[in-house]
């Protein structure tokens, strides 16, 4: 099923139509709530408050465009308001090691662990460029900069994990 289909579905009246997009998304969404929180709980309670705000505000997706970038926006906001409430629960510690990773190449483990390494923004430049794949234009979009400051911020971030990866930065 394609997600613009599923959301006229649950539109329409078929309300399981929605675990399609939960099971398409949630993975991804959970990858990417772990880079800006810092940590797998924080990332759990914020994927699964996106996806009810997501839910909530199916009304207001153009289904004619992709899902995951306007559902990215909405995890991004739930993401960064429990990062400002400096984790309150015990489970909020940072990330030691990346876990739910399994037979993973040892390289990429070690990219994930450099990307926990950075500042939520650096890491969530690098995730979204050069592992999603998304445009200059598509991040100044949807992070609300400019297209310059996108570029001179993912600048910096390569340099950061670069020096991670390199042991230059302990």
């Not at 153009?62 to 909405?74: C, G, H, Q, V």
């Not at 984790?87 to 037979?103: H, K, L």
Request: glycine share 8%; with cysteine.
């Amino acid at each position: 099923m394609e997600d613009g289909d599923a959301v006229r579905q649950c539109l329409g009246a078929d309300r399981q139509a929605f675990r399609h997009l939960v099971r398409r998304y949630e993975a991804r969404a959970l990858a990417h709530a772990r880079v800006l929180t810092g940590n797998g709980a924080d990332a759990a309670d914020a994927t699964q408050e996106a996806f009810f705000d997501a839910f909530r505000g199916l009304h207001t997706f153009d289904a004619s465009r992709e899902f995951y970038p306007w559902f990215y926006t909405l995890l991004r906001n739930r993401c960064l308001k429990l990062r400002s409430r400096k984790g309150t629960r015990a489970e909020s510690a940072p990330i030691q090691d990346v876990t739910g990773v399994t037979a993973a190449p040892e390289g990429a483990l070690d990219l994930w662990r450099g990307i926990h390494r950075l500042a939520p923004a650096d890491g969530e430049l690098i995730v979204l460029k050069h592992l999603e794949g998304w445009t200059y234009e598509e991040l100044s979009v949807r992070l609300d900069v400019p297209r310059g400051t996108v570029m001179s911020r993912l600048f910096s971030a390569r340099r950061k994990l670069q020096a991670i990866l390199s042991g230059e930065q302990s």
